[in-house]
């Protein structure tokens, strides 16, 4: 269903990613400023390296929460997926079981109606089932076809998050490896300042490129979404075609015995 498509297409949280790990590199980068102003450029004191790491290790344990935090959001929103989508099966199974069932009623009804004519209804109900069994595997197909295609890109965008995410984390602490490094070793606090800065929006830089191609990967699922509908249609189509032959072909035979019109109703629920 559409419903169904429109939470499918809920994919596009790649803006939800930027904003947990993205955002830990703006509070990195914001923070930098304020301890570098308060920074005296000298080591007589050790201060500045010993401020540094305290610093270095808090920005890092957000970065590592940040992580933590959007990791756990996919995993969630994978078993919501998996949820809904085993409940759409069932309630696709229960919806034909309960027109198979009327379905039978109306031709019990329409035997009794028109029983000098079994060869006619014999025919009608033969031609029927084949159109019931055509559109059914059609409609099957296609949400086979789809679910593979929506389980390939979870899996891509599993891989890409996790990389992305893995990526973001490692660039942030070898940028403050480093500049604790270069402080220990006599570097003025200016310079290791710059550095840092200049490391850190290279990391957020590459993030926001990796996100983008998250992001790409979600719009894809606008393309299953499409294609599934229109092989749902077709298979609609298809059956009502070959359902107005096969009443055509039922009416003509029996000519003087006019079945009702609820006897001959094809019930096309969704599906």
Avoid: H, Y
């Avoid at 955002?23 to 308060?38: N, W």
């Avoid at 679910?147 to 403050?176: I, N």
């Avoid at 229109?230 to 003087?256: I, N, Q």
Wanted: net charge positive; proline share 1%; charged share 35%.
């Amino acid at each position: 269903s559409m419903r169904m498509d429109k939470r499918m297409s809920n994919l596009k949280s790649g803006k939800r990613i930027a904003a947990a790990a993205a955002g830990a590199v703006m509070l990195l980068t914001s923070a930098l400023p304020a301890f570098a102003e308060s920074a005296t450029g000298t080591r007589k004191d050790g201060n500045v390296c010993e401020r540094f790491s305290k610093l270095a290790s808090s920005m890092e344990a957000r970065v590592n929460e940040g992580r933590a935090k959007l990791l756990a959001r996919r995993d969630e929103r994978k078993t919501k997926l998996d949820d809904r989508r085993d409940d759409r099966q069932e309630k696709r199974d229960d919806r034909r079981e309960k027109r198979e069932d009327a379905w039978e009623k109306r031709v019990d009804r329409l035997e009794e109606k028109a029983a000098t004519n079994t060869a006619a209804i014999a025919a009608f109900k033969t031609a029927m089932a084949a159109a019931w069994k055509t559109r059914d595997a059609a409609i099957d197909a296609a949400n086979k076809t789809f679910r593979a295609g929506l389980e390939k890109l979870v899996a891509e965008k599993k891989t890409a998050v996790e990389s992305a995410s893995l990526a973001l984390k490692t660039a942030v602490s070898a940028a403050f490896a480093k500049a604790k490094v270069d402080c220990a070793a006599g570097v003025s606090s200016e310079t290791v300042m710059t550095n840092l800065r200049a490391s850190l929006k290279a990391a957020q830089d590459k993030f926001q490129a990796d996100r983008k191609a998250i992001d790409a990967i979600g719009a894809k699922v606008k393309a299953l979404v499409s294609a599934r509908q229109a092989a749902v249609e077709k298979a609609k189509a298809d059956f009502k075609s070959a359902a107005e032959d096969a009443r055509a072909d039922l009416k003509a035979a029996l000519r003087s015995s006019k079945p009702t019109e609820s006897a001959t109703d094809t019930d096309e629920d969704e599906d």
